[in-house]
C-alpha cells in the first residue's frame, strides 16, 4: 500500500493502525510557529484540500490526513464516531509527533470533530479555527442536509455535477482526477458507509450532550475565520437536474423549492454561532461556492488561514 503515497507523504502507527499524513511547506523555524492542519468533511479524504495547498504561502507548513479506510489509511477497529475520529487524530499529531500550535482548517462534519478534538484534548495546542462551511452541531435541528424528499428528486444524478463542482473546480486535471478516482474504489464505498450512514446523524446529539457551548469563548482569544458557502446553490443545481429527468411530484418539487428558499438564511446562522467560539471572529461569504469552498473558491480558504496566521495573540 505504501507504493501509493506520495514523496510527501508517509504511514504514522498510531497504535492500532497506521494513518496516511502528508506534509507540505518547510520546517517551522521555531517550536511556538503555528502550523495548519486540514481536516475533511464527511466521506472525504485528504485530496479535496489540493488546491488549498498549492495556493498556501511557500513558507507555511501545513498537513493534510487520511482518516482510517480512506485512500491510504489503514481501517481502525474502531467504528467511524466523531469521538473516535477526534482520538485517532489526537493520536496522529502525538506520533507524527506535530508539537507546534495547530491552525485546524474543517470542512462540513469537520466543524463537529474539531469540537470532539477539544472536548478530549483542550485548547491548549491551538493557535486558530478555520470553519469552511462547518457543521455545528445545531444544524440537524435547522436543516436536513439528508432530506429524503431532495434526494428523491435529485435521484440519479451525479452530485459533483449538479453542484457545479465538476465545471467550476479549481483542482488541476491530475488532482481532479485523483480525487475522483479515490472515490471510486470499493475501498471508499466501504468507509463512506460507515462514516456517512451509521456515525454521521447520531454524531451531533452525542456532541450537544457535552455542552461545550455554554463555555464559550471555548477558545477565547484565538481566532476564528468562518467561511459560509452558498448552500442554495448545490441545492438548485440538485433540483434542476432532477427535475430535467423527470424526477419528484410536483408537491416533492415544491418542497425543495421552499427548502432552497430559506436554506442560505438558515446557514448563516448557523455559521454565526461558531463566532462565539473566541472573542476575535470573523464571519465571510463564499457567494460562487456551494458546500466544497476548498475545492471551487480555494483562495478564500487561504484567506482565511493568512487572516488566523496574522491574528494569533503573541501570548500563544
Not at 411530484?249 to 467560539?277: C, P
Request: glycine letters at 6%; hydrophobic letters at 40%.
Amino acid at each position: 500500500m505504501a507504493s501509493t503515497l506520495p514523496s510527501n507523504g508517509r504511514l504514522v502507527n498510531i497504535g492500532t493502525h497506521s494513518l496516511a499524513l502528508y506534509t507540505h511547506g518547510p520546517e517551522p523555524t521555531s517550536a511556538s510557529e503555528p502550523v495548519v492542519l486540514f481536516i475533511s468533511g464527511v466521506a472525504s479524504d485528504a485530496l479535496n484540500w489540493q488546491a488549498v495547498v498549492r495556493l498556501l504561502s511557500p513558507s507555511v507548513r501545513s498537513y493534510t490526513y487520511d482518516r482510517s479506510g480512506f485512500n491510504n489509511s489503514e481501517y481502525s477497529p474502531l467504528a467511524p464516531s466523531a469521538e473516535n475520529i477526534a482520538l485517532e487524530l489526537s493520536l496522529l499529531i502525538e506520533k507524527a509527533p506535530i508539537p507546534n500550535p495547530l491552525i485546524l482548517v474543517g470542512h462540513s462534519w469537520a466543524g463537529v470533530l474539531i469540537h470532539e478534538y477539544i472536548a478530549l484534548k483542550g485548547t491548549d495546542h491551538l493557535a486558530g479555527l478555520v470553519f469552511v462551511d462547518a457543521n455545528h452541531e445545531t444544524a440537524p435541528l435547522v436543516l436536513n442536509v439528508n432530506d429524503p424528499i431532495l434526494w428523491t428528486v435529485a435521484a440519479g444524478v451525479d452530485p459533483y455535477s449538479a453542484w457545479g463542482v465538476e465545471a467550476e473546480h479549481k483542482l488541476s486535471q491530475e488532482e481532479w482526477d485523483a480525487f475522483r478516482a479515490a472515490e471510486s474504489t470499493e475501498k471508499y464505498q466501504l468507509i463512506m458507509q460507515k462514516e456517512a450512514v451509521e456515525n454521521y446523524s447520531p454524531s451531533f446529539e452525542t456532541l450537544r450532550k457535552k455542552e461545550l457551548g455554554k463555555r464559550q469563548p471555548l477558545v477565547g482569544d484565538r481566532p476564528v475565520y468562518v467561511i459560509a458557502g452558498t448552500r442554495s446553490r448545490d441545492w438548485s443545481g440538485l433540483y434542476r437536474a432532477g427535475v430535467a429527468k423527470g424526477n419528484g411530484t410536483e408537491e416533492e418539487r415544491a418542497h425543495v423549492r421552499e427548502m432552497i428558499r430559506t436554506v442560505d438564511v438558515k446557514n448563516e446562522g448557523l455559521m454565526r454561532e461558531f463566532l462565539k467560539l473566541s472573542t476575535r471572529s470573523e464571519l465571510v461569504f463564499a457567494m460562487e461556492s456551494g458546500h466544497f469552498v476548498q475545492i471551487t473558491q480555494p483562495e478564500i480558504v487561504v484567506d482565511g488561514v493568512n487572516w488566523v496566521l496574522n491574528n494569533v495573540p503573541a501570548s500563544s
